[in-house]
């Protein structure tokens, strides 16, 4: 007990609740773990142990870490194992070693930082990925199943393999997750969607399997072609049709291209067709009738983060004082304004911030301090954003303004502000464009279409 309290005392961070799972070999630098022999014992207590290191024969170690991925508390966890087993690369978070506590303090701060809740599985998954650094979604061979692969994270929290794969399209069209590498292509059976097939040659005239290699000769004088097997005599060669000797390549003979004989219909061929045989339902299908899925490694995207981040709808310009409106509603208060600015003689101003180089930003910074970067940049605008303004979020990384009774001057002050908010983060390079454009104005019928050409005419300001 003196020694356990003793390695307490030796954390440089608040010691938290750490679990081991499995045979402890206690050395000097471990932190004080709570010991279990089983995962069942660790899940009885309900606790939320804040890292749990597992340390188990290989089939057992699995079964832990699906158990801990499964549950509740444990989904999230920091997961570290001593061996790896078959499914430690998918489900746990790295080896124990003792480098543990810098990993350990990455995981914590950015824990700290998830605002989204997990009850529904498409935010668990974008917690899980923002939780771990450099945590990759990735997909697992089983060749056994006709699905061939999986994504055992999904699996543990319940979706079948069948379904993860539009399920992570969807989640891509969100922007919310992005491809990281490509692991493999696989084709499938278009009837039963099995990926346990068999490619067979057959012969293209007949269908028939049963062909074969076969060195051919062409006589030059009757045009005859066979087996050169045909044309031997002895050690010379003769035209088993016409039964001229055959002696120069190329002026008595050839070898035809066609090297490819059907032992059922006897024709020769250059290349033979390719089916797939479906194992299961035997159906055969030419190679562009199957299905093709490609199998990607999968990453966290920068609007997947700033929406674990802010707990709603990824927008990093949120600003809560204005009134913040749809496009739709935004469009129309401008035509309605621009009709008044027209009848009273009035002018009005629209502004335009676009952040242009969030991700570079982000991955020049490292998320945990780029993140905190726009969080000030945020702030700073709500303070320059009085509450009469009408705000919309132009898109994701923008956000339009309609500043009524404002005109051009009175822009610089405004303008002062965001800038030397540009000169507050010297280390930093978000880059912003400033645009504006006034009213009245001539708009027409569309007035997104006319606001787009106005700004992109606009010189940055
Ligand atoms: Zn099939
Ligand atoms: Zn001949
Ligand atoms: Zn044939």
Redesign the pocket.
């Known amino acids: 007990m003196q020694e356990k309290y003793q390695n307490r005392l030796k954390l440089a961070f608040p010691q938290d609740d750490f679990i081991w799972i499995g045979e402890a070999e206690p050395l000097p630098w471990h932190p004080w773990f709570g010991q279990f022999d089983t995962v069942a014992a660790v899940l009885q207590q309900e606790r939320r142990p804040d890292m749990i290191v597992v340390s188990l024969p290989a089939a057992e170690q699995d079964h832990c870490l699906i158990a801990l991925r499964q549950h509740g508390a444990t989904a999230l966890c920091q997961i570290l194992v001593c061996n790896d087993s078959p499914l430690s690369p998918y489900l746990g978070n790295g080896h124990w070693d003792d480098t543990y506590a810098e990993k350990y303090q990455a995981y914590t701060l950015r824990r700290q930082q998830v605002k989204l809740d997990c009850e529904d599985i498409s935010h668990k998954l974008l917690c899980y990925l923002w939780c771990h650094q450099e945590a990759l979604l990735a997909p697992r061979l089983i060749p056994e199943q006709k699905y061939l692969y999986d994504y055992p994270l999904l699996t543990a929290w319940g979706m079948s393999a069948d379904d993860s794969f539009s399920w992570l399209n969807e989640l891509q069209k969100n922007n919310w997750i992005t491809k990281a590498s490509l692991s493999n292509r696989l084709r499938f059976c278009p009837s039963c969607h099995s990926g346990h097939l068999n490619y067979v040659d057959i012969?293209p005239?007949?269908?028939?399997i049963?062909?074969e290699h076969q060195s051919s000769l062409h006589c030059f004088n009757c045009g005859h072609v066979g087996a050169q097997q045909s044309f031997r005599k002895f050690n010379s060669l003769s035209c088993p049709n016409c039964l001229q000797p055959l002696r120069h390549i190329g002026v008595d003979y050839d070898r035809p291209i066609e090297n490819q004989h059907?032992?059922?219909?006897?024709?020769l061929f250059v290349e033979a067709l390719v089916e797939a045989e479906c194992l299961h339902c035997k159906l055969s299908s030419a190679i562009n009738e199957l299905h093709v899925r490609n199998v990607y490694r999968f990453k966290l995207a920068p609007h997947g983060r700033a929406f674990v981040r802010q707990g709603h709808t990824p927008s990093l310009f949120n600003v809560t004082p204005g009134e913040q409106m749809t496009r739709g509603q935004f469009y129309w208060l401008l035509d309605w304004q621009n009709k008044l600015a027209k009848r009273h003689g009035q002018t009005h101003c629209i502004l335009s911030v676009q952040m242009l180089n969030v991700a570079e930003f982000l991955s020049a910074e490292g998320e945990a301090r780029g993140f905190a970067q726009l969080d000030a940049l945020q702030e700073r605008l709500r303070s320059v954003i009085r509450v009469t303004d009408a705000c919309s979020n132009d898109t994701q990384d923008g956000l339009l303004m309609l500043l009524p009774m404002t005109d051009m001057s009175q822009l610089k002050s405004i303008y002062n502000k965001l800038f030397n908010l540009k000169e507050l983060q010297s280390a930093a390079k978000i880059e912003l464009s400033v645009k504006a454009v006034t009213l009245p104005a001539e708009i027409g019928e569309n007035v997104a279409d006319w606001l787009t050409d106005q700004l992109i005419k606009a010189k940055p300001m």
């Open positions: 012969c005239q007949c269908q028939s049963d062909i059907c032992n059922d219909c006897h024709s």
